[in-house]
């Protein structure tokens, strides 16, 4: 049960990273490269050729013209989650679709712009398709989080008072 | 290996169909539902508190302000595919805003507007995490698309010549 | 006459706050909830099912894609005013989205992104319809500001003598 | 129990007889109205300073530019619904901005471009406020669109068989 | 020969200081004041009535759901000159379209979102058209400004040498 | 009293046609030119060069990347009236942007996406500043757009009986 | 001097047939290719290593999440311009950024939504840098749309007496 | 082989720095020069008139209304790059439009918004049609680029061991 991040650029490793802990969280084995669908192509495609012998998923993370996950998933038969970055200008709208619309027969799952932590947790609802006990940890975490809400309006109600 | 597409209207029907089409051309058994996160909003958390006995993946299609998807991946352990409709105003650019932006804690797999083929794709690839036999199947639906290209371009060749 | 103030995230409260001051200053009592349409979707429905017994109006806070209000619309038979927060991206667009292009059959009163005070005002609007001491509060309120206007005016005038 | 739609034009008509229908169907009192902030502006100006008299809440109705909801709140203390418009350009982005985006002190309470039938709906959550039988005969209403949610679900489950 | 400057709020004032600047270099007389379609709605319309006897031009400044131009161009005859102002969110998209977007009828004659030195310029081109001797002088404005870009050019050369 | 509308391609004719018809209404004599910014430039910059010998103002009408008007601004001392024409693609944003959006220095009196009506509307209310008659005429044109509009509301009051 | 137009889908040859009129009238030698980023990312790779050796210059086309022509430039040393194709939803906004929001390092040269002709243009522009022959019939072309443009100025002359 | 950028105004220049770092590393001669469409449009279109004589390319750098890449590629028969600078609102998407939407006949070569150093490699890549030394020395940097990525890469992997 292993996935990989791959980032564009090592610039989005301070995005990325939230990625990371959730992984860590829930026990997901990981790798982190850095590969570019147009510095490295070639690179990309041979990676993507062979990531099925070694990870189960890929979460590609880019900004800008954002075609590292939509590469990515033209050659891997493993499911793609597209997390865009925001960049310096335009607010990450043109990440989101340079990632999101994709052309039917090539789909990249996408998250929220910079929505690393999700991207991980999407990682560990799809893997939990098949390991039960991810399953289980997944519900606890939502358990948790819904938790964590509560405790929250609890203490906005003492505040308040 | 069972999945179900929830519409939030059964007007999205047209574009679902062709979501509908992929799954049954790969063996993938489906339900399609009609169900409101505002119409029926109980019905809706009812039915995604037991989806996971029943089905191993959930895509939602919801055109305007999309909350489908994401009400039902609020409820569900399951992963939520989020088909983002193009409806009468703004070419679906609400509908993808939101259903994409989920905050952190709650991810949506998101797909193009009207991207109802991905929507399928995407369930096969990630159902193929578990299924051998799916992910086989989707190799070789890659490889056919792959040949239609190059067929495609060959008629082309010969029509320019 | 008390309304309620529901908060999809309890990092919204410094928007939220403006809202608050307005009832203060208008006597309405209120109260704050931090409750997620997303992490704690049955609590938001048992809520909003119950609301009616102790609320005459909900305002529905809420970033990204923001489904709160509208979820909370979709039970409550009381006014739903939503109310969308500048997130770290796009710049409120998707929650403004999310909350105003509601489906036909659920409405929610939309204010303007971070309109907090708005949204304050428009629920001492809508009461006023029933309580009439509070329309003359918010006549002498309407008063109030057009004097400030002039007086701001006169300030100008004196200034650029 | 009586309200006020206010068009901007007599072409925004067809949108805003959807709000017409509603209202009849629910028993509430109307006037439809056409006056221009731009082209009747004291018109406008006049009629909304005496709204009250007659009136218990207004739909401003406009496109483009749309000013009428704005300034009819300026000078009401009514409660004003707008209903942006979508007009020949920009999808009734334009419309859309121009009216939820009020400044603070004078909120107008915005429902989705063309959302005609929302905008009367909600007029009847407002008014339900201080109408008891209306709010029961919204809740009806509720119901029944759950039913016809229920009833197209099952509809579609005979198709699909 | 005197225009006047209105502003929606006093907060608008930093920006417009630079239309006053532009006016005072010109020579041509003018008042600024504060006045809100919303807030002052008959201050509005009744200085607007009275502009032409003391004024040849308007220049409306407003950000947000911007309808003091538009407003104040309904009711006097005089060329509106509309100054969209950036606001807190949207980045002036908002305060453009409410301004330009005017509906048949009734012309606002728009500039940039933050243009004030347009603003005035503008002012000066159609004062102008009367004035021959205003006329002379943005003929050596322009002039200046185009020695202005040569100079920087000469400068850069030394610069790059 | 001339003018001058110029468009940037003859294809823009269909929407210009409403601003002749406005001139001709007002009694504004007028010449209608196709010349292009980027077709032939020199042909405009010549002809804003001598464009004051002739006429009192220009409009400039211009789809997509609309250069046209902001380019015979910078050559012209006359108000340049800017009317944005809706192109294939983009529903007149790209037109809208480029035509408002001019750096300081250098204004342009942009009026509404196809809003060729009011692009002579502006003209008329400009060139008023120093024909009286054409004031009067004016404050006729708004009176009788008053009348209209009270006229609809008067059939449709009598439509709604 | 032998040009390549590579589509991602031949659904885009009723744009791109613009191009290949203006290449034959300008005496270019040129290939059409249908070759996608996603579906056939080797060949696509493949074909861009080996374009250097038949052509000099590279017109990509591609609609939505339009990644071929960066991906063309991230492999080939040759000028790749982009040609973003207007799609079903999203007015061809997604084509646009996907296309010319490249990263630092692998430049697109992209023209409008849909200008094909002007892909075309721009290729016979940079083939002329090398091309002396080229360069005089694009002057010649240029000279032939100045003298379009003064014929439909002429004839519309005509038509307006 | 000489090259020229043209800014539209001096404070373009920390942008348009990174477009002169490039040439020199590939060293390809260029000049800087400010010049306007606006200010002064005939010292532009005389400056395009006669680039033919010293350059083989120019790079036009423009924000807001970017009307200058447009205009010297309306007279100049030479490649034209279009470089949309990022302005104080709309985040540079009205530079970007203003450029890349030229109308048919004149196409202007857009980069990136702030995309300096892709103005300059598209310079390098369109001069090394001719230079044969020139595109050996850009597979160099492509191949550094790729080592560059590679390093990071390699360095990610000794940070997360």
Redesign the interface.
Known sequence: MKIVIVM???SD?PVVEKSVEVLKKFGVEYD????????????A?EFAKNAEKEY??IIGAA???A?LP??L???S?????GLPI?????????S????????????????????A???A??AV??????YEAL?IK??EY?EE??Q???A??A??QER?K
Request: glycine share 8%; hydrophobic share 45%; proline share 5%.
């Open positions: 564009g650029s090592d490793f982190v490269r850095v590969m570019s669908a147009h510095r490295t192509p070639f690179d495609l189960e998923l900004g800008k013209a075609h939509g590469v998933a033209g050659v038969c493993l499911p793609v989650i925001k960049s310096s200008t335009l607010d990450g709208m043109d989101l679709l340079s990632i999101v619309q994709m052309p039917s027969g090539v789909p990249v799952a996408t998250v929220a712009i910079n929505g932590e999700n991207a947790l999407l609802q799809i893997l939990s398709v098949k399953r997944y519900r939502k989080m819904a964590a809400v509560r929250k309006d203490a906005l308040l």
